[in-house]
């Protein structure tokens, strides 16, 4: 009942909400290696640079997770915010393009302790095809179709090239990945179930430049 109420409230819950929860989740991580027991909403915010009225109402969409007169574990925010997160069991990720982007995450080593691991990566590049990139053998992507299917694989990382990103989005979705991370500098045209975050470097440079330009 209680996970079913959760399930629920996680619907309404505003997505910016959500997407600080793992910046939180990162700086607790960085407490717990400093030897901190507990922390409070004035501390955290200030490591964060927010404010400590942002954090206290971004959890309380969740419940009570601090004690007054000690704050908060910040062993037990983690796992509170894991749990929320789903991240209390590894996720296989499939990477699909090999260029340097693509190929600086397959080489990447931080994903397996934040949640997450990369199992293979695809290109339709014939020369890349069969190649190494890092500990990973290039799979041609017409093979993702057969891979998906033999493992519970939901979330992909594009790096393709922008003229070939919907295309392949639609390969994957209609082969079961409903949680995609588009390093491509182009929108994807997705159905409302499939979750699609955006990384531009670009993008962000041109919002710095009405501040400092």
């Known amino acids: 009942m ?10 309404r819950i505003p997505h910016i909400v959500i997407s600080r929860l793992p910046v939180y989740l990162r700086a607790l991580r960085l407490m717990e290696t400093q030897g901190k ?9 200030a490591w964060l640079g927010c ?18 007169g000690t704050g908060y574990s910040v062993n037990g925010l983690q ?9 209390n069991s590894e ?24 949640g997450f691991r990369v199992v293979a990566v695809f290109d339709n ?10 500990q990973f053998v290039v799979r041609d992507v017409a093979e993702v179709a057969a891979f998906v299917s033999e493992q519970p694989i939901r979330h992909a990382m594009l790096s393709v090239p922008a003229d070939a990103a919907q295309s392949v989005a639609d390969l994957l979705i209609k082969n079961g990945i409903n949680a995609i991370l588009n390093y491509a ?22 919002v710095m430049t009405y501040s400092v330009g």
Request: charged residues 20%; glycine residues 8%.
């Open 51 to 68: 404010t400590p009225a942002q954090i206290r109402k971004d959890l309380s969409h969740f419940g009570e997770f601090g004690k007054q």
């Open 91 to 114: 996720w296989p990720v499939i990477v699909v393009g090999t260029g340097h982007i693509g190929s600086a995450i397959a080489n990447y080593t931080g994903f397996a302790e934040r």
């Open 185 to 206: 500098p182009v929108h994807l045209t997705c159905p409302p179930s499939v979750q699609v975050e955006y990384i531009d470097p670009v993008l962000h440079l041109q």
């Open 2 to 11: 209680i996970l079913e109420i959760m399930q629920r409230a996680e619907k």
């Open 125 to 134: 590049d014939p020369i890349k095809i069969g190649s190494q990139v890092g």
């Open 79 to 87: 796992k509170h915010l894991r749990n929320i997160l789903h991240l």
């Open 37 to 45: 027991p507990y922390t409070s909403s004035q501390e955290l915010a």
